[in-house]
T-cell receptor
Framework: QKEVEQDPGPLSVPEGAIVSLNCTYSNSAFQYFMWYRQYSRKGPELLMYTYSSGNKEDGRFTAQVDKSSKYISLFIRDSQPSDSATYLCAAEKGRRALTFGSGTRLQVQP | GEEVAQTPKHLVRGEGQKAKLYCAPIKGHSYVFWYQQVLKNEFKFLISFQNENVFDETGMPKERFSAKCLPNSPCSLEIQATKLEDSAVYFC?????????????FGDGTRLSIL
């Protein structure tokens, strides 16, 4: 079993929809959680970085962490065609290697 | 600079040849990480540095892979006697050193093709 599990999708939504992306993790030692967006032939771009359980909002993006159930989510409001990309969740124990989920491909249809 | 800079963008080598990849971390960042991305977005951690010192090399294949981060030079990842299975995108990431943990920022990668 992988330490970070992520539904690979693909996920197709109409423009303006709310998108929900989810990951689960199994290792209680993970303390920090990230969401990255990766466009084709580009590097992962940091979207959200969280430490504690709860919600963190940045513009159209909200990251949610529930450490009791080992569940992390990313919500995208008012989705745009430019949001079409692969979304990667990642977990870290602190100044250490990231453990990535397998990524979810998102397609936002105009 | 403000971005992690990786060179070259694409590197083609024949099986058995040497490959060397470079990474300039964001200015002021003390940690450098190397990852290998193979099929279906699978990221494999290779090695990390704190300044010029190896911080964690648990993911590094021992036999053919080596890496360095020397002062005033880009970090490098070198693969000797390349094999077909080394074909992948190699990403470098860097992060600041502060009292609290800081996120990693990635470059755009070097696509290594072994023929």
């Amino acid at each position: 079993q992988k330490e970070v599990e992520q539904d690979p999708g693909p996920l197709s939504v109409p423009e303006g929809a709310i998108v929900s992306l989810n990951c689960t993790y199994s290792n209680s030692a993970f303390q920090y959680f990230m969401w990255y967006r990766q466009y084709s032939r580009k590097g992962p771009e940091l979207l959200m970085y969280t430490y504690s359980s709860g919600n963190k909002e940045d513009g159209r993006f909200t990251a949610q962490v529930d450490k009791s159930s080992k569940y992390i989510s990313l919500f995208i409001r008012d989705s745009q065609p430019s949001d079409s990309a692969t979304y990667l969740c990642a977990a870290e124990k602190g100044r250490r290697a990231l453990t990535f989920g397998s990524g979810t491909r998102l397609q936002v249809q105009p | 600079g403000e971005e992690v800079a990786q060179t070259p963008k694409h590197l083609v080598r024949g099986e058995g040849q040497k490959a060397k990849l470079y990474c300039a971390p964001i200015k002021g960042h003390s940690y450098v990480f190397w990852y290998q991305q193979v099929l279906k977005n699978e990221f494999k951690f290779l090695i990390s540095f704190q300044n010029e010192n190896v911080f964690d090399e648990t993911g590094m294949p021992k036999e053919r892979f080596s890496a360095k981060c020397l002062p005033n030079s880009p970090c490098s990842l070198e693969i000797q006697a390349t094999k077909l299975e080394d074909s992948a995108v190699y990403f470098c990431a860097s992060s600041e050193y502060r009292e609290s943990n800081q996120p990693q920022h990635f470059g755009d990668g070097t696509r290594l093709s072994i023929l």
